[in-house]
T-cell receptor, first 112, second 114 residues
Framework: GENVEQHPSTLSVQEGDSAVIKCTYS??????FPWYKQELGKRPQLIID?????GEKKDQRIAVTLNKTAKHFSLHITETQPEDSAVYFC???????????FGKGTMLLVSP | NAGVMQNPRHLVRRRGQEARLRCSPM?????VYWYRQLPEEGLKFMVY????????ESGMPKERFSAEFPKEGPSILRIQQVVRGDSAAYFC????????????FGPGTRLTVL
């Protein structure tokens, strides 16, 4: 089955810096890659996703890149703000087949 | 459009009791998924259901755990004879028929087994 590895497990940055979180996956059939943000005690919220027919997708300060050959994808957050502090999870799935396999999460701390 | 609803939000059970967790999907969503999250861990898939059908239960422990999504009413995750190791946050997610991968999560039920 699919295995998703996520790094780093914790990431501390200063406000205004950029943050990058990286994930690798094992199943070459996977072609849907969402990212979720989970604040303490709250539900995971979908913040951005990418499908394998594109290499990059942006939404304001957030971007995701995908390298299908190397089987890795990354989340980039620019101009970080304290409210970006949360745990971020990557996931992978085969489009049309519903099961999401999640990474173990990255705790991002943005210091003012 | 209300989001995914789960109840109860917190549930305390003693060892050996039964736990029933409920999930109402978003309006128009016909796919329901259950995930378990242990402290400091990611989300582990348990089961995927559509109305009156279990589609994939590969992540569900073989004993004590069961799930259903009846024609009417919420989806239920049932844990019989709970043990301390069952203490976790249980999240339900739902997705629309046209985009089964795009899953929206409920607020979770935090189960504590004493």
């Amino acid at each position: 089955g699919e295995n998703v590895e996520q790094h780093p497990s914790t990431l501390s940055v200063q406000e205004g810096d950029s943050a990058v979180i990286k994930c690798t996956y094992s199943d070459s059939a996977s072609n849907y890659f969402p990212w979720y943000k989970q604040e303490l005690g709250k539900r995971p919220q979908l913040i951005i996703d990418i499908r394998s027919n594109v290499g990059e997708k942006k939404d304001q300060r957030i971007a995701v890149t995908l390298n299908k050959t190397a089987k890795h994808f990354s989340l980039h957050i620019t101009e970080t703000q304290p409210e970006d502090s949360a745990v971020y999870f990557c996931a992978a799935a085969v489009s049309g087949y519903s099961t999401l396999t999640f990474g173990k999460g990255t705790m991002l701390l943005v210091s003012p | 459009n209300a989001g995914v609803m789960q109840n109860p939000r917190h549930l305390v059970r003693r060892r050996g009791q039964e736990a029933r967790l409920r999930c109402s999907p978003m309006k128009g969503h016909s796919h329901v998924y259950w995930y378990r999250q242990l402290p400091e861990e990611g989300l582990k898939f348990m089961v995927y259901l559509q109305k009156e059908n279990i589609i994939d239960e590969s992540g569900m422990p073989k004993e004590r755990f069961s799930a259903e999504f009846p024609k009417e009413g919420p989806s239920i995750l049932r844990i019989q004879q709970v043990v301390r190791g069952d203490s976790a946050a249980y999240f339900c997610a739902s997705s629309p028929p046209a985009a089964p991968n795009e899953q929206f999560f409920g607020p979770g039920t935090r189960l504590t087994v004493l």
